[in-house]
T-cell receptor, first 117, second 112 residues
Framework: GAVVSQHPSWVICKSGTSVKIECRSLDFQATTMFWYRQFPKQSLMLMATSNEGSKATYEQGVEKDKFLINHASLTLSTLTVTSAHPEDSSFYIC?????????????FGPGTRLTVL | DAKTTQPNSMESNEEEPVHLPCNHSTISGTDYIHWYRQLPSQGPEYVIHGLTSNVNNRMASLAIAEDRKSSTLILHRATLRDAAVYYCIESNSGGSNYKLTFGKGTLLTVNP
């Protein structure tokens, strides 16, 4: 199946700093990428949807100025958590769709564990 | 909110079949049924999806009720590696507003 990678797999940062997470589709071109957040023992929550070359669409309650999303190419999307605070500590997961003519399936990355001290 | 309902947890024995149910009573005619699973501290993994007909792949089978208001994911021989949270999700056909909304899923425990 299609492969999606994320980098870094985990990151620890100080409160007030910014953190960038990369999401790459390794063997297909992703027309759309998604960013999710998952807190312990909870389900995935969709944060935003991004299409290559256009602005991301954020879900209700997600601050677009705090979670900056860039989808500059068909294989790369980045999520930047600006001025991170301890409450932003979470498991961030990206997904991509568009590979092999299959528009119904999302392929997920392995996730990035963010801890803000 | 997720539009599907699943049992919170199920238990099975290794090498036995597992039937994971899902209700989606408000599904529209063009919505697909997707199944993903998630192991601890990993991203979800695609399992299978279907629209009306039953579907089979190397991982599982998907049995869709004739009225499409429910479906069952079938793992033919459970292994310890199948222990995960299984999510049943309905979504549209992939148009501009396509997205997956995850519910709480079913935690499957596989006993050796």
């Amino acid at each position: 199946g299609a492969v999606v990678s994320q980098h870094p797999s985990w990151v620890i940062c100080k409160s007030g700093t910014s953190v960038k997470i990369e999401c790459r589709s390794l063997d297909f071109q992703a027309t759309t990428m998604f960013w999710y957040r998952q807190f312990p023992k909870q389900s995935l929550m969709l944060m935003a949807t991004s299409n290559e070359g256009s602005k991301a669409t954020y879900e209700q309650g997600v601050e677009k100025d705090k979670f900056l999303i860039n989808h500059a190419s068909l294989t790369l999307s980045t999520l930047t958590v600006t001025s991170a605070h301890p409450e932003d500590s979470s498991f961030y997961i990206c997904s991509a769709r568009g590979g092999r003519g299959n528009l119904h399936t999302q392929y997920f990355g392995p996730g990035t564990r963010l801890t803000v001290l | 909110d997720a539009k599907t309902t699943q049992p919170n947890s199920m238990e099975s024995n290794e090498e036995e079949p597992v039937h994971l149910p899902c209700n989606h009573s408000t599904i529209s005619g063009t919505d697909y049924i997707h199944w993903y699973r998630q192991l601890p501290s990993q991203g979800p993994e695609y399992v299978i999806h279907g629209l009306t007909s039953n579907v089979n792949n190397r991982m599982a089978s998907l049995a869709i009720a004739e009225d499409r208001k429910s479906s069952t994911l079938i793992l033919h021989r459970a292994t310890l590696r199948d222990a995960a949270v299984y999510y049943c999700i309905e979504s549209n056909s992939g148009g501009s507003n396509y997205k997956l909304t995850f519910g709480k899923g079913t935690l499957l425990t596989v006993n050796p």
